[in-house]
């Protein structure tokens, strides 16, 4: 009798400890453990989550912070071997994820269901801050020395899953663009996931994401991979009547232009240069993609809006315009020439012709004004013109509202208007539903 009256004495005290983690109450927390320092080691019943994956789940940093000061173990695994990592990144907790790496978690533990990283799951659930934090981690010194960071971010799951395939399928556009831009494979093949031997682009059709799909051709994703059952991504589209992703895959209409990745000077673009380039590229294959839509019977999906293009016509009346196109502002400097151009001339100069993976080093363009090789892009200082001269000069060219794109071209004047890979990128919440009472999944 008193033996069952000391267990359900011990079930009470357990319950209150979760609730106290899960609500953030610090200093009840605090009295519980100082009391009773075994309370570290107590676990919830049938999930078998210990007060640290509580505490990372439900976001709550301070009690976790003392938890972890406390020694508790960073890395302890629950009853599908998941650590608070994961369960942090599941439920978009940014600031409990970058405060368990910062004590030593370890990014590269697989869990029991699918045997899946927390990379994995960042790219699922589209959590891009945490996704982020993950890939700043993985530049250090243990996971560089012990897998290399291109191998790290091309992990595979259980099923031969990697991150991209993953964010791909559930139209996580902006996880997408983090891990190519952090040179995750866009042609790797999975094996049991979804259908076997799909790339990233068979899984953004199955999943009906034009973002998706529109982002992985910017990359050189390969609209004529086959996957084991023999279909390439336009007939996956077509099979669930996704008529928009079709008709931008469909392998008889022209190509897009693809992001220069191969070229060194492009591998090493600041911020600001990078997104000015991007831009262009996005513009680019959206006035493609106007074309192919308008063919297919398909309503455009905007990406600005025109009082957006009047704005920026008001703006730019008064500056240099590219002496190539004559139609937008000098925006890239060449170095060490100094010349400069437009970002949409600079990407019809790099983007010419699709690059060959084959090739490890190709030949990088010149410089269109003096021939000499290009060794950095840099942004340009915009230099207003006066007035006066812009009032005196009858030579002034009009700024064009209409693309002069044409399909399968690559002419300067191919390249207008402005977009962005950013503006396309929908943020998802990822949140997750049915919590149970500890506030995890």
Same mark, same amino acid.
């Given at each position: 009798?008193?033996?069952?009256?000391?267990?359900?004495?011990?079930?009470?005290? &357990?319950?209150?400890?979760?609730?106290?983690?899960?609500?953030?109450?610090?200093?009840?927390?605090?009295?519980?453990?100082?009391?009773?320092?075994?309370?570290?080691?107590?676990?919830?019943?049938?999930?078998?989550?210990?007060?640290?994956?509580?505490?990372?789940?439900?976001?709550?940093?301070?009690?976790?912070?003392?938890?972890?000061?406390?020694?508790?173990?960073?890395?302890?695994?629950?009853?599908?071997?998941?650590?608070?990592?994961?369960?942090?990144?599941?439920?978009?907790?940014?600031?409990? *994820?970058?405060?368990?790496?910062?004590?030593?978690?370890?990014?590269?533990?697989?869990?029991?269901?699918?045997?899946?990283?927390?990379?994995?799951?960042?790219?699922?659930?589209?959590?891009?801050?945490?996704?982020?934090?993950?890939?700043?981690?993985?530049?250090?010194?243990?996971?560089?020395?012990?897998?290399?960071?291109? #191998?790290?971010?091309?992990? #595979?799951?259980?099923?031969?899953?990697?991150?991209?395939?993953?964010?791909?399928?559930?139209?996580?556009?902006?996880?997408?663009?983090?891990?190519? &831009?952090?040179?995750?494979?866009?042609?790797?093949?999975?094996?049991?996931?979804?259908?076997?031997?799909?790339?990233?682009?068979?899984?953004?059709?199955?999943?009906?994401?034009?973002?998706?799909?529109?982002?992985?051709?910017?990359?050189?994703?390969?609209?004529?991979?086959?996957?084991? @059952?023999?279909?390439? +991504?336009?007939?996956?589209?077509?099979?669930?009547?996704?008529?928009?992703?079709?008709?931008?895959?469909?392998?008889?209409?022209?190509?897009?232009?693809?992001? +220069?990745?191969?070229?060194?000077?492009?591998?090493?673009?600041?911020?600001? *240069?990078?997104?000015?380039?991007?831009?262009?590229?996005?513009?680019?294959?959206?006035?493609?993609?106007?074309?192919?839509?308008?063919?297919?019977?398909?309503?455009?999906?905007?990406?600005?809006?025109?009082?957006?293009?009047?704005?920026?016509?008001?703006?730019?009346? &008064?500056?240099?315009?590219?002496?190539?196109?004559?139609?937008?502002?000098?925006?890239?400097?060449?170095?060490?020439?100094?010349?400069?151009?437009?970002?949409?001339?600079?990407?019809?100069?790099?983007?010419?012709?699709?690059?060959?993976?084959?090739?490890?080093?190709?030949?990088? +363009?010149?410089?269109?004004?003096?021939?000499?090789?290009?060794?950095?892009?840099?942004?340009?200082?915009?230099?207003?013109?006066?007035?006066?001269?812009?009032? @005196?000069?009858?030579?002034?060219?009009? #700024?064009?509202?209409?693309?002069?794109?044409?399909?399968?071209?690559?002419?300067?004047?191919?390249?207008?208007?402005?977009?962005?890979?950013?503006?396309? *990128?929908?943020?998802?919440?990822?949140?997750?539903?049915?919590?149970?009472?500890?506030?995890?999944?």
């Amino acid at each position: 009798m008193g033996q069952r009256l000391s267990c359900a004495t011990q079930q009470r005290e &357990d319950k209150a400890l979760f609730l106290a983690v899960a609500s953030g109450e610090l200093e009840l927390v605090e009295a519980m453990v100082d009391e009773d320092p075994s309370l570290f080691e107590q676990t919830t019943g049938y999930d078998n989550l210990s007060p640290l994956h509580v505490a990372a789940a439900n976001g709550r940093i301070q009690v976790l912070s003392m938890l972890l000061d406390r020694s508790c173990k960073v890395d302890v695994l629950n009853r599908q071997k998941q650590t608070p990592l994961m369960l942090a990144v599941m439920h978009g907790k940014t600031g409990c *994820a970058e405060k368990l790496i910062h004590a030593g978690a370890n990014i590269l533990m697989f869990d029991s269901i699918r045997r899946r990283t927390c990379l994995h799951y960042a790219a699922y659930y589209g959590h891009t801050d945490c996704l982020k934090a993950i890939l700043s981690a993985a530049h250090s010194t243990p996971v560089a020395d012990s897998w290399g960071f291109a #191998r790290f971010v091309n992990i #595979r799951d259980g099923n031969g899953a990697t991150p991209l395939h993953l964010a791909a399928r559930h139209r996580q556009s902006e996880c997408l663009h983090a891990l190519l &831009d952090n040179g995750a494979l866009v042609c790797a093949s999975t094996g049991g996931y979804g259908y076997p031997g799909s790339t990233p682009l068979h899984m953004a059709a199955r999943g009906g994401s034009l973002d998706c799909v529109r982002m992985l051709l910017s990359w050189g994703a390969d609209r004529l991979q086959l996957d084991s @059952s023999g279909k390439i +991504p336009f007939t996956v589209a077509l099979k669930r009547k996704y008529k928009a992703c079709a008709a931008l895959l469909d392998p008889s209409s022209a190509a897009p232009l693809v992001w +220069p990745s191969p070229l060194k000077f492009i591998s090493e673009l600041n911020q600001e *240069a990078k997104a000015l380039l991007e831009k262009a590229l996005l513009e680019a294959n959206r006035e493609r993609e106007k074309t192919l839509l308008k063919e297919a019977d398909m309503p455009p999906s905007p990406l600005h809006s025109e009082s957006e293009d009047d704005n920026i016509s008001s703006e730019t009346s &008064d500056v240099e315009l590219c002496c190539i196109c004559f139609d937008q502002v000098c925006t890239i400097e060449v170095r060490p020439c100094g010349h400069q151009m437009c970002a949409h001339c600079t990407l019809a100069l790099c983007c010419h012709k699709k690059p060959d993976p084959a090739t490890a080093c190709p030949s990088g +363009p010149v410089c269109p004004f003096c021939r000499g090789a290009i060794v950095q892009l840099l942004v340009a200082k915009i230099n207003k013109r006066s007035v006066t001269e812009v009032e @005196s000069s009858p030579m002034k060219p009009r #700024r064009s509202r209409k693309s002069n794109f044409s399909e399968g071209s690559s002419s300067f004047k191919g390249l207008s208007a402005m977009g962005s890979f950013g503006r396309i *990128a929908g943020r998802n919440s990822g949140k997750i539903t049915d919590e149970k009472q500890w506030g995890v999944s």
